[in-house]
């Protein structure tokens, strides 16, 4: 979970009178909404190397496989929230299952790489009309005074379905198909929408709440197309390639305006006046650094487990386990340390443990047991991560008045959302650059024949994902993708300790008025 799921993301100054049999209906829409959002990545990141090998994708296409929902998701977020307070919060949740569930379908047809990276972005605005709805629907439906315990429900259920969902789909993956990785939404899916349509009230915001900002959501859907567009072509087609040049210039004019734009509207999607205070700028410029560590380095865990150390599906995704379960147990824990030393102790340490873990991931080469390569290092970044997530979401809500903590939250999950999103391009093309340079110093000592080196040469887009016959030759595949995981775990390290660094310098320094 991220450290804005918690909170919701959509401030509720109404609470819709409903008997306690439509708060629990209402709940359980919340859990399994929220739920088949929040697995759905998981699963699909594990499924990875799976769709790579049966659609003969390159590593490139197994990024925008992530990033094409990723992308939606990010930028139209605060949008969906704005929908549902405008629209009527269960109707846009409603919307949102519809076409997330039909988009899940559509994966598991797919002929080929290109529908599939089409349907994935259709996902991605299904969730971005279903996530922001999930919470806001309980915060309507419960009185203040048991809206916490409702949203504790929320999060112990989240805990085990982050739990579980990463191993459901390896073993449905390992032992079905890759398609059951988005078939396992479809029974969900439609079970959600009976749930909704007969039991779950309805619920509206504030006529404020309610305004649209289409010039910056389309912006900043532009901008982040653009941008990320070209960090992940440019490995394959170079960094002067027309079409690289031209996505990054016009995603880097979409974004400048995107800036614009926000900072002159009467209701913007991001109100940029909320960062002049420092604690609040302090929290999200950790979330960026923090969260861009953690979803760029963990795309590449599965493929390295998969096509180098050669895990099952099902290995794979139980070994986050645990990382999932230190987080899920440590969580009430670190929330009661924030009581007692405040966020900003925690927000210096956690990153700095976090760092470590990631540290720990560059370490182990190719084979080795379990317990003694990637475990330690699963256990170290949970312990990291649980050490912030607390501190974290109390640092975002504690930051603002309490009329902006919808807001707040919003914001804040955009910005995690966002950080994955940029880090798994920037971090595709680390990965590629030290792969070709560790390939070529691992061949060129081996004098293959030429059928062999064209054979490589024809499928170096696929990283790890070559399929070569000669044994030197996928040795010296395998000790390159590890060279280039490596570098990837450390420049997470890098990102963890920079963010504890402006933690340590900018928060609670002071805080500015905003404007």
């Known amino acids: ?104 379908l559509c994966c598991a047809l797919s002929p080929g790489i290109d529908a599939l990276i089409a349907a994935r972005a259709l996902q991605g605005l299904g969730a971005a009309l279903l996530v922001p709805g999930s919470l806001a629907l309980i915060s309507s439906a419960y009185p203040k005074e048991r809206r916490g315990a409702a949203i504790g429900t929320w999060s112990a259920f989240s805990g085990i379905t982050a739990a579980a969902g990463p191993v459901l789909g390896g073993y449905l993956v390992e032992y079905v198909s890759w398609h059951w990785a988005f078939l396992i939404n479809l029974p969900l899916g439609v079970a959600l929408l009976a749930i909704c349509y007969w039991r779950v009230p309805e619920s509206r915001g504030g006529e404020v709440a309610g305004r649209l900002d289409i010039g910056g959501a389309l912006l900043a859907t532009l901008g982040l197309t653009g941008v990320v567009y070209a960090l992940i072509e440019a490995p394959l087609l170079g960094w002067s390639a027309p079409a690289v040049l031209a996505a990054a210039a016009i995603g880097i004019a979409g974004l400048v305006a995107f800036v614009l734009v926000e900072r002159r509207a009467a209701a913007p999607m991001l109100p940029l006046s909320l960062f002049r205070h420092r604690d609040f700028a302090a929290a999200n410029a950790l979330t960026l650094l923090l969260y861009a560590a953690l979803g760029g380095s963990l795309f590449f865990v599965p493929l390295n487990l998969i096509q180098v150390q050669g895990y099952g599906a099902t290995g794979a995704g139980a070994s986050l386990l645990p990382f999932i379960v230190i987080m899920f147990a440590l969580s009430r824990i670190t929330g009661q340390l924030v009581d007692r030393v405040g966020a900003r102790l925690p927000l210096i340490v956690g990153p700095l443990v976090a760092a470590a873990g990631f540290a720990l991931y560059a370490l182990p080469g190719v084979g080795g047991s379990y317990w003694t390569t990637f475990f330690p290092a699963s256990c170290v970044l949970g312990l990291g991560m649980s050490i912030v997530v607390a501190p974290l979401t109390t640092t975002v809500m504690n930051a603002l008045p309490p009329s902006l903590a919808g807001t707040a939250s919003g914001v804040n999950n955009a910005v995690s959302r966002t950080a994955g999103l940029l880090a798994i391009a920037v971090f595709g093309v680390v990965m590629t650059q030290v792969f070709d340079l560790a390939l070529q110093a691992r061949l060129a000592p081996l004098a293959l024949p030429g059928d062999v080196m064209h054979e490589i040469a024809m499928q170096k887009a696929k990283l790890a994902g070559i399929v070569v016959d000669d044994a030197a030759a996928r040795d010296a595949i395998h000790e390159a993708f590890v060279a280039g995981f490596r570098a990837v775990m450390l420049l997470s390290a890098g990102l963890a300790v920079v963010s504890s660094a402006v933690t340590a310098l900018v928060l609670g320094r002071g805080t500015a008025r905003a404007g």
Do not use: H, K
């Open 1 to 104: 979970m991220r450290p804005s799921d918690a909170p919701s993301l959509a401030s509720s100054s109404d609470v819709v009178a409903c008997s306690p049999s439509a708060q629990r209906w209402t709940l359980v829409a919340a859990i399994v909404g929220s739920g088949m959002a929040f697995v759905d990545g998981t699963i699909v990141n594990v499924a990875l190397p799976a769709i790579q090998q049966a659609l003969d994708a390159t590593t490139a296409d197994a990024q925008w496989v992530m990033e094409a929902y990723a992308l939606l998701l990010s930028a139209l977020l605060l949008v969906g929230g704005v929908l549902g307070d405008r629209f009527g919060r269960r109707r846009v949740f409603v919307l949102g299952t519809a076409i997330f569930t039909f988009a899940s």
